[in-house]
């Protein structure tokens, strides 16, 4: 087998109709009024957000738009109300910046220097709002996760992954860049770095530490069994890095699986 980006492209008509055809049936069976996202600006919540649009009308959608003051970009709210706009949704803008500084003072052991914990805060307090409202309004809460994250845990367990459907989950981070040209998706949200927006210069390729395009075929070729040899001679890279990438897939097993247990009888 071949790793070059040929081995990601699908059928991205087929790909946009099994989508919408997923949400439509699963609000349908839920019996609920329709969808809340997070709406960032970037690409995947844009994405699934115009998914959410086409499949049961961008009036069933509602898309929560979070800033937060460590955090604020005019330019990342201009966007989620491009796509707003473009695909009709309902939007509501809410500064979380007094919730999250409610915990913070809370917290006896919090420290604002651990990056880390105070983002994954941020990600668990932008959940709560999108389970209110979901609550409040009998909606689904549509999760934004992309296959690429999910192997490698790039993401915050109750916070970005806590969802009801998860629609772009079986996409790699360069498949949906593919899927939301197609379906029309403006270019300079298409080509943006992406970023959660838990700190201040925060990229995901930085902190990942490698390119999307590498990355993905990476995780191809693992999941297709290849070895971490053979996936670096193709790729002309050095075997280590491709271990890297095995050893973070193996590591974040427990935050793709529900909680564990011990079976007693």
Known sequence: MKLNSSVLTLDWATVTDKIKEFIKDYVKEARARGIVLG???GIDSSTAAALSALAIGGENVTGLILPERETYNMSDIEDARLIAKKFG???????ITSVIKAFQDTI????????LCKGNLKARVRMIFL?????KFNLLVCGTSDKSEVMIGYFTKWGDSAADIAPLMFLYKTQVRKLAEY????NKIINKPSTPSLWPGQTAEGEIGIKYEILDLILYGLEHSMSAEEIANQLNLDKS???SVRQRVHLAEHKRKNPLTVKIQ
């Open 89 to 95: 949704l309902r939007t509501e803008i809410l500064d």
């Open 183 to 186: 379906i029309g998706i403006p």
């Open 241 to 243: 890095i491709v271990e």
């Open 131 to 135: 389970y209110y409202y979901a609550n």
């Open 108 to 115: 006896p052991i919090f420290d604002n220097d651990d990056k």
């Open 39 to 41: 709406l960032s600006g």
